[in-house]
Structure formats: C-alpha cells, structure tokens
C-alpha cells in the first residue's frame, strides 16, 4: 500500500495514574495522512478492561478522529508486570464500501498501530522534614477549660464582694501586711451603704491602736455619786491655778 494508505496515532502510548478505583480516560488522535481512504478497527488486549468510544470507521484521506479509551475501575496490584495495550487496525477501503464492519471479511492487506499502555502507582504524600515537629491536635469541639485549682485545705471561702463595690486598692509598695484580727474578735462592722472609703494613713503616721486583748484590764469605772472630784492636774508651767469645783450649797 505504501504511503497513499497511511495512518498515524499520538500520543503512542496511553497512561493511566492509580489510584485505580474511578474510571479514567485517554484521547488519541487518530489521522489518515495518506492518499486514500482507508477503513478502520480498534482492537484492546482486554475489552472488559477498556472500554472505546468507536470501534468501525471510515476515514478519508487528511482527516482525524479522536479515540477515546476508558480504563475501568480495577484491583492494581503494584508488583505485577501488565502488559496492555490498544490497537488501530487500518486496511484500503475503497469509496463504493458503505459498511466497514464488511470490508475485514475481505481485506489482505492490514496495518496496524500499536500504542502500549502504561500504568502507574498512586504518589505517596511527601514526608515532613526531618525534625519537624508534628502539628497540635485541636481540642475537640465542646471541650470544658480545665477546672480551677482548689484552695488549701482548711482555708475559707472567699467572700463574693458587695454589689456595687468597687474593687479593693492593692497594697503599697513595701508595705507590710495587715495582722489578722485578735482570736476572738467580732469582725469590723462593714461601711455604711454609700459611705466614702476610709482614707489611707499618712506616710510615717503612728499605726492605730490595737484592740485591747481577750480579758484584759477593764476600762475605769466612773467615780460614785457625791464622791470627792477627781485631784485637779498641776498647771503648766508659768500658767495660772485652775479654779477649785463649785461646792454644792448645804443642807
């Protein structure tokens, strides 16, 4: 036949890439560059494998077709050796030929392309860099915070603050922490609702006086009734005597 019956495939080989469990498909194009028309067959060493969209045709001289080959989804075993591939049988096919399926009952001389097909294995996800550390695993939605830390054995419940209170001022630089109350103490009476806060001592002013302790000396008691007042203080130096106390007249 030589060059006037001449038909050429690109690409000449077909690949697929895993994984394998989809359908996928490949394009060749198919053109009869020679000088006559010729009639064509696609042949595949396994048709329950590939599937293609055209298996007669007619072509004439100069013109193409796209063959479209489908590989199906399939159990790809890495280690095995496949050997695949698709055929583009060509032959004469003269222009009173009406069924090309009639024309390979009668044809001798045939010509064929053969376009391997190659498999590949699914690319593994690349490897973090070494020393990289693993990402933080987020925490799982609805998760609780962690709880509080509880207070020392034996120690009291803070007391919630008053409504409307403002927050207490926080110590003085260097200042030294105020003593516990006396055991036996009835706690401070809490300021009036409304009342400003007690003002800070002065810098350097003498500490206030403690309590008096749990059953100590009781205060002194009032003189009794028609008892001699009490000795009248010396006057100060250079000062005038204090007056005597009026005597209450006789009976």
């Known amino acids: 036949m030589g060059d006037e019956v001449h038909v050429k495939c690109e690409p000449d080989f077909l690949t697929f890439t895993g994984p394998y469990d989809k359908r996928q498909q490949s394009t060749v194009n198919v ?36 063959l479209q080959v489908r590989c199906q ?3 790809f075993d890495p280690n095995k050796q496949y050997n695949h591939r698709v055929a583009v049988v060509y032959t004469f096919a ?8 009639e024309i390979w009952k ?3 001389d045939i010509k064929e392309v053969m376009m ?15 020393g990289a550390a693993a990402p933080a695993a987020p925490p799982a939605e609805g ?4 709880p509080a830390a509880p207070p020392a054995e034996g120690a009291p419940p803070a007391a919630p603050p008053a409504e409307g209170a403002p927050p207490a001022a926080p110590p003085a630089e260097g200042a030294p922490p105020a003593a516990p109350p006396a055991e036996g103490a009835p706690p401070a009476a809490p300021p009036a609702e409304g009342a400003p806060p007690a003002a ?11 309590p008096p302790a749990e059953g ?30 009026e005597q209450p007249p006789a009976a």
Do not use: C, W
């Open 116 to 130: 391997k097909v190659v498999f590949k294995a699914e690319e593994a996800a690349p490897a973090p860099p070494e």
């Open 216 to 245: 100590g000396a009781p205060p002194p008691a009032p003189p009794a009734e028609g008892a001699a007042p009490p000795a009248a203080q010396p006057p100060p130096e250079g000062g005038e005597a204090p007056k005597p106390p």
């Open 143 to 146: 998760a609780a915070a962690p």
């Open 94 to 101: 003269d222009e009173s030929a009406t069924s090309p399926q």
């Open 200 to 210: 800070p001592p002065a810098e350097g002013a003498a500490p206030p006086a403690a």
């Open 31 to 66: 053109t009869n560059d020679g000088k006559k028309r010729v009639a064509i067959k696609i042949r595949t060493s396994d048709n329950g494998l590939f599937k293609v969209n055209m298996v007669y045709a007619f072509m004439d001289a100069g013109a193409s077709k796209q």
């Open 73 to 75: 989804p399939f159990q």
């Open 106 to 108: 009668t044809a001798k």
